[in-house]
């Protein structure tokens, strides 16, 4: 009895989470509350120490971090708990996402912003991901570029990105075949179905160019939206 008493006067008896101010009486009516999409990055440094170190200290625009970085021969580090907010992603949005930082997990992958990006370094990521999305029960679809939430500032991870594979792995968004087969109905809005998928529309150029470092490969800020563009925009909006 004695040693209750003394843990309940204890100053910390309380739990993590549990205000001492107020009387614990637990209800089982919640979940986790957490990440819900998953933002891919490209350092464009020259290695994982230069990046290291801008993430975990002050550079030219401030403090910036990232819950992980990827090495090009697939080691990854943690720098950030994953209940913890990072600062990677910057102002944007994805669909109705505003505060993408609140809402994300950022990975960085140690890449100079030219380069192919490593087998090694691709399987870890996809290894990560399902991890990812397994433990913090984020849909494996919402895992996206940083360009595609920030078209008119970002670029990266960049057109060599192999978001083909990835879709093969089973991560992000990606057309069918059989979707890419039909053709537009009459009347098909390309632009209303850049914003369904996601895009911001402010900047409609820098959206297209988003889009197409993504989904065709190419960095491509000045033609106009083309069929080859509607084609794809058609099969991705016609997904579930
Ligand atoms: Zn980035």
Same mark, same amino acid.
């Given at each position: 009895?004695?040693?209750?008493?003394?843990?309940?006067?204890?100053?910390?008896?309380?739990?993590?989470?549990?205000?001492?101010?107020?009387?614990?009486?637990?209800?089982?009516?919640?979940?986790?509350?957490?990440?819900?999409?998953?933002?891919?990055?490209?350092?464009?440094?020259?290695?994982?120490?230069?990046?290291?170190?801008?993430?975990?200290?002050?550079?030219?625009?401030?403090?910036?971090?990232?819950?992980?970085?990827?090495?090009?021969?697939?080691?990854?580090?943690?720098?950030?708990?994953?209940? +913890?907010?990072?600062?990677? &992603? *910057?102002? #944007?949005? !994805?669909?109705?996402?505003?505060? /993408?930082? =609140?809402?994300?997990?950022?990975?960085?992958?140690?890449?100079?912003?030219?380069?192919?990006?490593?087998?090694?370094?691709?399987?870890?990521?996809?290894?990560?991901?399902?991890?990812?999305?397994?433990?913090?029960?984020?849909?494996?679809?919402?895992?996206?570029?940083?360009?595609?939430?920030?078209?008119?500032?970002?670029?990266?991870?960049?057109?060599?990105?192999?978001? +083909?594979?990835?879709?093969? &792995? *089973?991560? #992000?968004? !990606?057309?069918?075949?059989?979707? /890419?087969? =039909?053709?537009?109905?009459?009347?098909?809005?390309?632009?209303?179905?850049?914003?369904?998928?996601?895009?911001?529309?402010?900047?409609?150029?820098?959206?297209?160019?988003?889009?197409?470092?993504?989904?065709?490969?190419?960095?491509?800020?000045?033609?106009?939206?083309?069929?080859?563009?509607?084609?794809?925009?058609?099969?991705?909006?016609?997904?579930?």
């Amino acid at each position: 009895m004695a040693a209750i008493l003394a843990l309940g006067l204890g100053s910390c008896s309380h739990l993590p989470g549990h205000n001492p101010m107020a009387t614990w009486v637990q209800s089982r009516n919640h979940n986790a509350r957490g990440a819900i999409l998953i933002v891919v990055h490209a350092t464009e440094q020259d290695s994982v120490q230069a990046s290291l170190d801008t993430l975990r200290s002050r550079n030219a625009q401030g403090k910036v971090s990232a819950h992980y970085l990827i090495g090009r021969d697939g080691h990854v580090y943690q720098l950030v708990s994953e209940r +913890r907010r990072a600062w990677h &992603a *910057g102002g #944007g949005s !994805w669909g109705n996402i505003t505060d /993408l930082n =609140s809402a994300s997990i950022g990975i960085e992958l140690d890449n100079d912003g030219s380069s192919e990006f490593p087998r090694e370094q691709i399987d870890a990521l996809t290894a990560l991901l399902a991890d990812l999305c397994d433990r913090l029960d984020i849909p494996r679809r919402q895992v996206i570029a940083h360009a595609d939430l920030a078209p008119a500032r970002k670029t990266d991870p960049g057109a060599r990105f192999p978001w +083909r594979a990835l879709a093969q &792995a *089973g991560f #992000g968004r !990606w057309p069918t075949d059989e979707a /890419l087969a =039909s053709e537009p109905a009459p009347g098909f809005d390309p632009w209303l179905a850049l914003r369904a998928i996601g895009y911001r529309l402010d900047d409609r150029q820098a959206a297209l160019r988003a889009f197409r470092l993504h989904f065709r490969g190419i960095d491509d800020a000045r033609t106009p939206m083309a069929p080859e563009d509607e084609r794809l925009l058609n099969a991705l909006v016609q997904q579930p």
